[in-house]
Nanobody, 124 residues
Framework: QVQLVESGGGLRQPGGSLLLSCEVS????????MGWFRQAPGKERQHVAR????????YYGDSVKGRFTISRDNAKNTVYLQMNSLKPEDTAVYYC?????????????????WGQGTKVTVSS
């Protein structure tokens, strides 16, 4: 059984940084494209970033381009999201997800496995 566990969320002031981690167990993450999504209260789940199976290709949502960086360490079965220059509008629960398909899309319904989420709050 594939399980994803996010960590690293917390409270930061605007302009601060956070590193989120997503540890995968049950199968090698080399089988999956990996993505980060977020969901703020009352809003739909939003694509933040995704990375291809071997890490050669990445895509970012427009609102985080230039501030967030997704990476993966296949040897550690872990995916990361480095978040810099945080803004209050980045406040949300952040989810890691795994896509075993071939489309490499940012659509949440394409992802097969999800973590439980980690909360990020950006506030002064």
């Amino acid at each position: 059984q594939v399980q994803l566990v996010e960590s690293g969320g917390g409270l930061r002031q605007p302009g601060g940084s956070l590193l989120l981690s997503c540890e995968v167990s049950g199968r090698s993450i080399t089988y999956y494209h990996m993505g980060w999504f977020r969901q703020a209260p009352g809003k739909e789940r939003q694509h933040v970033a995704r990375i291809s199976r071997i890490g050669s290709t990445t895509y970012y949502g427009d609102s985080v381009k230039g501030r967030f960086t997704i990476s993966r360490d296949n040897a550690k079965n872990t995916v990361y999201l480095q978040m810099n220059s945080l803004k209050p509008e980045d406040t949300a629960v952040y989810y890691c997800a795994a896509d075993q398909g071939t489309l490499f899309t940012g659509r949440p319904d394409a992802y097969d496995y999800w973590g439980q989420g980690t909360k990020v709050t950006v506030s002064s």
